[in-house]
T-cell receptor
Framework: ETGVTQTPRHLVMGMTNKKSLKCEQH?????MYWYKQSAKKPLELMFV???????ENNSVPSRFSPECPNSSHLFLHLHTLQPEDSALYLC?????????????FGQGTRLTVV | AQSVTQLGSHVSVSEGALVLLRCNYS??????LFWYVQYPNQGLQLLLK??????LVKGINGFEAEFKKSETSFHLTKPSAHMSDAAEYFC?????????????FGTGTRLKVLA
């Protein structure tokens, strides 16, 4: 399997639930990202990991908790979410030092909070 | 911090017509620029990128973009639109911050192709 794989593709959860999103990349990249894509809003960068270390937390509420156990895997743990957190969550990876290299995206997890 | 502006959140063209999607960036240093396409319920797929060298960049599916430093622009074009080009297009710039590159995206332009 190649590229960036996200699971699950769709998730419906209640506001009191705890769930996790998973991202896996088979590209040998060292940097991984979580983006949130909401309707009619630009892509919002949430977290950046570089060589498993978090280098960016873009003022994300604590109900979102990332985890990067190794350079190939990235998780987003969710708890006590709000309906406005419903969105498409996209994982991406890139070779670091990058800049000239593009980010590769997974297909996303469509999250609905009820 | 850098920013990316995409003029026109929706663009409609007839099949076979020229596609022009506009992107302007703000950057005090030479930028690395990207165009991505997103189909419904999918992730983003790279169309093309500019790093250095030739300012006219060719990408997949017949798209190309020209980097114009004097205009801080990186507009995306395709000579003849196809129905399968209907999608959302995102312009992005990469920025190095805290030792890691991150990608800043524009708000996207939804392209509609009319039969």
């Amino acid at each position: 399997e190649t590229g960036v794989t996200q699971t699950p593709r769709h998730l419906v959860m209640g506001m009191t639930n705890k769930k996790s999103l998973k991202c896996e990349q088979h590209l040998g990249h060292n940097a991984m990202y979580w983006y949130k894509q909401s309707a009619k809003k630009p892509l919002e960068l949430m977290f950046v990991y570089n060589f498993k270390e978090q280098t960016e937390n873009n003022s994300v509420p604590s109900r979102f908790s990332p985890e990067c156990p190794n350079s190939s895997h990235l998780f987003l743990h969710l708890h006590t979410l709000q309906p406005e957190d419903s969105a498409l969550y996209l994982c991406a990876s890139s070779q670091d030092p990058g800049g000239t290299t593009e980010a590769f995206f997974g297909q996303g997890t469509r999250l609905t909070v009820v | 911090a850098q920013s990316v502006t995409q003029l026109g959140s929706h663009v409609s063209v007839s099949e076979g017509a020229l596609v022009l999607l506009r992107c302007n960036y703000s950057s005090s240093v030479p930028p690395y620029l990207f165009w991505y396409v997103q189909y419904p319920n999918q992730g983003l797929q790279l169309l093309l990128k500019y790093t250095t060298g030739a300012t006219l960049v060719k990408g997949i599916n017949g798209f190309e973009a020209e980097f114009k430093k004097s205009e801080t622009s990186f507009h995306l074009t395709k000579p003849s639109a196809h129905m399968s080009d209907a999608a959302e297009y995102f312009c992005a710039v990469s920025e190095r911050d805290s030792g890691t590159y991150k990608y800043i995206f524009g708000t996207g332009t939804r392209l509609k192709v009319l039969a």
